[in-house]
């Protein structure tokens, strides 16, 4: 299909382009940036007048749930969100059910997602068989079927040996293995950050010696194997200090933090309200602060929904009975807009820890995250200054729980654009 984008504010933070120009697609790629090509002749034209035309936003943690979980959400409703949030690539993590710990369940999600005809999926393999946390996974095999890393997402590996030498067989096939660094013993049972709040609503805490404890160990078998990893969902400002120090060590690391982490804090669970309850939880003020201040000088590299679906049953509960999650797809774009508006960080910082940031640690560098003649045509079409209030009937994900239910936000998708076609538009 051709297709032109006429009159908008194009951005591209891997370029550093900010200018009001024409984009003209063809065959699933970017044709031309400001004049029409000769003999060009477009099927279709949006004017994006008013309207921000960045790179598809790839999103580096949405949970889909299948397999296996379909009950709170199913593919196809997930990536419907992923598309009404501007995301054209996303990775999901391995804890389906079964997890995704053998080739012809990863071939399986990859035909399905193929199928919808929707947004580009990248697959987690499970770093151990079932997650259990014992014996390591035929990785080669994994990626071969599709997988770009390989993680426990949220499952414990208590023995560090298994954790070294999976490291060690990932290194040597140049795999990336992304951890949540969090210590199991030191988090077992906790449900909030520990500190005053949780000790005043008599909640079980999580410390944040969890985190450091776990980056500690992490980075010794990262000196010690060469092994490339992706930290995720960090939350403290410890932890952050530590990564720091890693990166100025130039270990091979990476680091992500979950968007409402950017905003929340623990005071904000109020009175018990399971809608935020997440993991990891949200810390203090000191801690939030830190976040945003690693997002300005690079210690962090990208900014992910950390998407997770949860079904009524398991959120309506008291807040340490719910089930940890939020869903995060559609609120990517406007609370990153948020945090830029707030911390007075300009557009091409803000959007490039939605799109060249995460498509560097996937390794997609050339296949997503750009706007550049002969890249794919993947874009995220906004209104930066469109209102919207975030409520149960406005989601189009299967997950309707989030701290942010019932505000209103700032930044609306209009038109998605996957391999130069309209795969959404509002």
Request: hydrophobic letters at 45%.
């Amino acid at each position: 299909m051709r297709l032109s984008v006429l009159n908008g504010r194009i951005v591209d933070p891997a370029s550093g382009l900010d200018r009001r120009a024409d984009l003209h697609l063809a065959d699933g790629r970017v044709l031309a940036i400001g004049e029409t090509p000769a003999g060009f002749r477009a099927v279709r034209t949006i004017d994006a007048s008013g309207l921000v035309v960045a790179p598809g936003l790839v999103d580096l943690a949405a949970r889909l749930r299948e397999p296996g979980l379909e009950y709170k959400a199913t593919l196809e409703s997930e990536m419907r969100a992923a598309l009404a949030g501007g995301v054209t690539s996303l990775s999901c993590p391995p804890d389906t059910d079964p997890p995704l710990d053998e080739p012809g369940l990863v071939a399986m999600l990859k035909h399905r997602a193929r199928s919808l005809d929707q947004a580009h999926l990248y697959p987690l393999g499970a770093l151990t068989i079932g997650l259990a946390g014992e014996v390591i996974t035929e990785m080669a095999e994994l990626a071969e079927a599709g997988c770009i890393g390989f993680s426990q997402a949220g499952a414990p590996l208590v023995d560090t040996q298994v954790l070294l030498r999976a490291m060690q067989y990932a290194n040597t096939y140049g795999f990336t293995v992304w951890l949540r660094p969090q210590d199991p013993h030191l988090a077992r049972g906790g449900v909030a950050h520990s500190g005053a709040v949780a000790v005043r609503l008599g909640l079980a805490g999580i410390p944040v010696a969890a985190e450091t404890i776990a980056l500690s160990t992490i980075f010794d078998l990262v000196r010690h194997t060469g092994c490339r990893v992706h930290l995720c969902r960090l939350s403290s400002a410890a932890g952050l200090e530590l990564m720091r120090r890693a990166k100025a060590e130039d270990l091979p690391v990476s680091a992500d933090v979950a968007v409402h982490h950017l905003h929340l804090i623990d005071v904000d669970i109020g009175h018990f309200d399971s809608q935020y309850r997440v993991d990891p939880p949200f810390r203090s003020q000191r801690d939030r602060d830190a976040i945003r201040a690693a997002l300005a000088d690079g210690t962090l590299d990208a900014i992910c929904s950390d998407h997770t679906p949860v079904d009524d049953d398991a959120k309506q509960l008291p807040f340490a009975q719910a089930e940890p999650g939020a869903t995060g797809l559609e609120l990517l774009l406007p609370l990153t807009l948020k945090w830029a508006q707030e911390t007075r960080t300009d557009l091409l910082t803000a959007l490039g820890k939605l799109t060249t940031g995460s498509s560097a640690v996937l390794g997609l560098r050339d296949a997503a995250g750009r706007i550049a003649p002969g890249a794919p045509a993947d874009l995220c079409v906004f209104d930066p200054e469109r209102a919207w209030t975030v409520d149960r009937d406005t989601l189009a994900s299967q997950g309707r729980h989030t701290p942010y239910l019932g505000l209103e936000v700032t930044g609306q998708v209009r038109f998605t654009i996957v391999d130069g076609r309209v795969a959404f538009e509002r």
